[in-house]
């Protein structure tokens, strides 16, 4: 089945500095790539995803890039604020919406003020 | 957008007792539902795979007669932990997708249970 790593598993990152979490999957067959953020307590929210036939995607301070041929994908956040602080988990799935979401161990970001 | 709302949030049990977890879709129709557990600071694990109208599919390692599931209806799976123990006291989190829909997969708050 699908593997999924992703790191790091904590990064702490200065305010207005940018932050990268990178992941990588094992199945090459996979195409559906979402990044959520959980805070605590709470259930994971969905803040941008892509798809295989697209390399990269952005929204707003938010960018998600693809490389399909490392096997690899990285979340991009610029311009980081305090409210940025969270848990953020990358996940892989083989055919988007009718398959099961292979998700990272997860990153604790930290924005200090 | 999309609303997957999941009650109760959090359940306090004592232990060889049984608790059901809802998940509803408010706003979509929903052929397949998906039940993570979550341990504090680590990993979503699926459990299983609820499918409207048919058997679960649960992932290995899973016991189907502990954690029943049932998906009645198109906008409602329920989760039961039967015979509770303090080792099921978790995050249980539900997750689903609109039927023939372009978006992604969309979450419940979770529920906190506590077995004592």
């Known amino acids: 089945g699908e593997n999924v790593e992703q790191h790091p598993s904590t990064l702490s990152v200065q305010e207005g500095d940018s932050a990268v979490i990178k992941c990588t999957y094992s199945d090459s067959a996979s195409n559906y790539f979402p990044w959520y953020k959980q805070e605590l307590g709470k259930g994971p929210q969905l803040i941008i995803d892509i798809r295989s036939n697209v390399g990269e995607k952005k929204d707003q301070r938010i960018a998600v890039t693809l490389n399909k041929t490392a096997k690899h994908f990285s979340l991009h956040i610029t311009e980081t604020q305090p409210e940025d602080s969270a848990v953020y988990f990358c996940a892989a799935s083989m055919n988007f919406g009718n398959e099961k979401l292979t998700f990272g161990t997860g990153t604790r970001l930290t924005i200090i003020p | 957008g999309a609303v997957v709302s999941q009650h109760p949030s959090w359940v306090i049990c004592k232990s060889g007792t049984s608790v059901k977890i809802e998940c509803r879709s408010l706003?979509?129709?929903?052929?397949?539902m998906f039940w993570y557990r979550q341990f504090p600071k680590q990993s979503l694990m699926l459990m299983a795979t609820s499918n409207e109208g048919s058997k679960a599919t649960y992932e290995q390692g899973v016991e189907k007669d502990k954690f029943l599931i049932n998906h009645a209806s198109l906008t409602l799976s329920t989760l039961t932990v039967t015979s509770a123990h303090p080792e099921d006291s978790s995050f249980y989190i539900c997750s689903a997708r609109e039927t023939g829909g372009n978006a992604g997969y969309t979450f419940g708050s979770g529920t906190r249970l506590t077995v004592v």
């Open positions: 706003d979509f129709q929903a052929t397949t």
